[in-house]
């Protein structure tokens, strides 16, 4: 089976729903930033602080490309990989790509004051602009974008089902 590649905003739920998408399928479960994180032995937020925005970013595009010859894997991407158009044609190749958005209300509630996430440092009204400016970006690799306000057991059975009527399951 094509790995299966959760993408979306901040808070949209593709971490713990990429989680039990793979136990429900039985399949590996990846979540970039963790891998990052392993890597440099380094959270996110230190990430950001101590290297940099662009050296993570660049750290996140090798991560992608670790996956381009492998399959039966889920795995869950850091809000910022799938925005940036350069890696757009990585991710389609590495798998079949599903975008996860649970609108900018619900997204604020689940994201603001986690000082895990260096980019809400800036504020609702950054967050939100980076939320519409984004979207058409996401939209533009999905190949399936499911709503993730709900309860993410709901969110990853609602993509069984749908992948199991695309055929990908
Ligand atoms: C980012 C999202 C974060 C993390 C980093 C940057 C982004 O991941 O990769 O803080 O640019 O949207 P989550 O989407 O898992 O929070």
């Given at each position: 089976?094509?790995n ?13 729903v990429?989680?039990?998408?793979a ?8 979540d970039?930033d ?5 890597r440099?032995?380094?959270?996110v ?11 993570f970013?660049?750290?996140e595009?090798?991560?992608v490309?670790s996956f ?8 869950s ?5 799938a925005?940036?158009?350069s ?20 997204t ?8 895990s ?11 939100c ?5 984004r979207?058409?970006?996401?939209e533009a690799?999905a ?12 969110t990853?059975?609602?993509?069984v089902?749908l992948?199991?009527e695309?055929?990908i399951l």
């Amino acid at each position: 089976m094509k790995n299966i590649i959760l993408c979306g905003f901040m808070g949209s739920g593709k971490s713990s729903v990429g989680r039990l998408l793979a136990e429900r399928l039985s399949l590996s479960f990846f979540d970039t930033d963790s891998l990052i994180e392993e890597r440099c032995g380094m959270s996110v937020a230190e990430i950001f602080e101590k290297r940099g925005e662009e050296y993570f970013r660049a750290l996140e595009t090798e991560t992608v490309m670790s996956f381009l010859n492998t399959e039966n894997n889920i795995i869950s991407l850091g809000g910022g990989l799938a925005a940036n158009r350069s890696n757009h044609s990585a991710l389609k190749t590495a798998g079949f790509v599903v975008l996860l958005d649970c609108g900018i209300e619900e997204t604020l509630l689940r994201i603001m004051g986690d000082k895990s996430r260096p980019l809400t440092a800036g504020g609702a009204k950054a967050v939100c602009e980076r939320y519409n400016e984004r979207r058409p970006i996401y939209e533009a690799v999905a190949d399936l974008t499911v709503e993730s306000d709900g309860a993410p057991a709901d969110t990853a059975e609602k993509i069984v089902r749908l992948l199991e009527e695309l055929k990908i399951l």
